[in-house]
């Protein structure tokens, strides 16, 4: 309802610039002289005044920061070399940023006025970043038709307390990729799919059954969303130790201890090792996974299987575009913006960046060439963003120690999620919440 209604309140403003121009007989409508009563001088003048008007600006330059690497690095730099041969307002000057220290590059330098003027990320920083005044609103300056270019799902993670704050590029879940030759088809649910894994390992001596780096919040999200848990309740307040939060942390921890289908010491770099060696079936990751994977292998992708009758709903975070409040040139910026999260833009980032990219048109059409596209975009249609609450940003790692330390270690799910929720919730009063 709040996006329909910043789309109405949008387009009338637009509606009410378009009207309020002085129309052929507006009021202040001024009546050019006649040429004919010009001297040569005033001629000469007014030549010289039409040929300076008439002169092209200088395009402005923007900055831009990132942290994509390999295959989407490629894409986005192939996108902006198009962008500057192509537009006579703006150049962009693309640099990346590593990914770890990226949220603080933000956080310190763009107060300073040292920041970059438009940025690439995730959208779950939005609250922080917002209340911190990082960010500039687009609201105003995009209408109601661009923002039906994309895919709803990634426009409304990007509207906090009423302000559009980015355009999305691209959108990323976690699905599950599966090696053919040990598993040919996904079963449609986790109750199905574990006994099968049991067996395959069985057969295999040395293969593992799933491989995800199951100690994480981001990755336990579908089975948390299963079980009915969310991270904050309808009221806004932290929910870690709810009875679903504690049936989920069981379950996953029956994948390690009794089931024992899922090994313990994953990294992202381990996952991707097991699986391109073949000593995985199956692999719980997002389509940045596509880049690794070793062409040797038959390798499908499917939705993740239901549980218990239930959808396993991943996160969906959605990266977007956003335009720093402090930039100079913020018109360049926000036309920059639209250009990199538009039609052409999104069709190179698709094709050589294998991004499910949030263009509608273009992942539709995109989606008929590549299946694994058109998984993607299956699993967004029940994935629930994370949230952009800026209370979240106290949530992940104690939630990700809480995990490690059920799923693989000792401790029980309840007196870890009630120690957790007990640790966010003091630090969100910490912070003046």
Same mark, same amino acid.
């Given at each position: 309802?709040?996006?329909?209604? /910043?789309?109405? +309140?949008?387009?009338?403003? &637009? ?13 202040? *409508?001024? &009546? ?20 300076? !008007? ?5 395009? =402005?330059?923007? !900055? ?19 962008i500057n041969d192509s537009s006579t307002s +703006? ?6 940023? %590593?990914?770890?220290?990226? #949220?603080?590059?933000?956080?310190? &330098? ?6 970059? $003027? ?23 300056? =995009?209408?109601?038709? &661009? ?27 976690? #699905?599950? /990729? ?7 088809? #996904? %079963? ?12 395959? *390992?069985?057969?295999?001596?040395? +293969? ?43 379950? !996953?921890? @029956? ?16 996952? @991707? ?13 997002? %389509? ?5 994977? @070793? ?9 993740? %299987? ?8 991943? /996160?969906?975070? #959605? ?5 720093s409040r402090q930039s100079k040139n913020k ?58 609450r800026p209370e979240m940003q106290l949530v ?24 957790? *929720?007990?640790?966010?919730?003091? $630090? ?6």
């Open positions: 309802m709040r996006l329909q209604l /910043f789309w109405l +309140v949008s387009l009338a403003f &637009t509606l009410t610039v378009a009207c309020g121009q002085p129309g052929a007989d507006g009021e202040g *409508q001024t &009546t050019a002289a006649d040429p004919a009563a010009e001297s040569p001088a005033s001629a000469e003048a007014s030549e010289a005044a039409e040929a300076a !008007v008439e002169a092209p600006k200088p395009a =402005v330059e923007v !900055v831009l920061w990132h942290a994509y690497r390999a295959a989407e690095k490629v894409a986005l730099e192939e996108v902006v070399a198009g +703006v150049k962009i000057r693309a640099q990346a940023v %590593p990914y770890d220290p990226f #949220v603080d590059k933000v956080t310190i &330098t763009i107060p300073r006025g040292q920041g970059p $003027d438009l940025f690439i990320f995730a959208h779950n920083m939005i609250g922080a970043w917002a209340e911190e005044e990082l960010l500039e609103s687009l609201s105003k300056a =995009v209408d109601s038709e &661009t923002l039906r270019w994309f895919l709803p799902e990634t426009v409304t993670p990007l509207v906090h307390e009423g302000n559009l704050y980015g355009l999305p590029l691209a959108f990323k879940s976690l #699905v599950l /990729f599966h090696n053919k030759k040990l598993l040919p088809e #996904v %079963p449609v649910s986790m109750d199905l799919l574990v006994p099968k894994l049991v067996e395959i *390992q069985k057969a295999n001596p040395g +293969v593992h059954g799933l491989v995800a780096e199951a100690g994480l919040l981001y990755n336990h999200a579908p089975w948390m969303h299963a079980f009915g848990g969310v991270v904050f309740d309808e009221g806004g307040q932290p929910a870690l130790d709810s009875e679903g939060q504690r049936r989920a942390a069981a379950w !996953v921890r @029956s994948l390690h201890k009794e089931h024992k289908v899922l090994p313990s010491g994953m990294t992202g770099f381990m996952v @991707s090792s097991l699986f391109n060696e073949g000593k995985a079936a199956v692999a719980l990751n997002g %389509p940045w996974f596509r880049a690794e994977l @070793s062409e040797s292998l038959d390798v499908g992708v499917a939705v993740i %299987p239901s549980l218990e009758g239930r959808f396993s709903k991943p /996160f969906l975070g #959605v990266e977007a575009v956003f335009v018109e360049a910026a926000i036309e920059a913006a639209r250009l990199l999260a538009g039609a052409s833009s999104a069709k190179v980032r698709m094709e050589k960046g294998k991004q499910p990219v949030a263009h509608r048109e273009t992942l539709e059409a995109g989606a008929k060439a590549d299946p694994m596209l058109g998984v993607f975009l299956e699993q967004a249609a029940t994935a629930v963003p994370m949230s952009a992940w790692s104690t939630m990700d120690m809480a995990l490690q330390g059920i799923v693989y270690g000792e401790k029980k799910p309840d007196a870890a999620l009630k120690s957790a *929720q007990d640790k966010v919730k003091a $630090d969100i009063s910490k912070r003046g919440r």
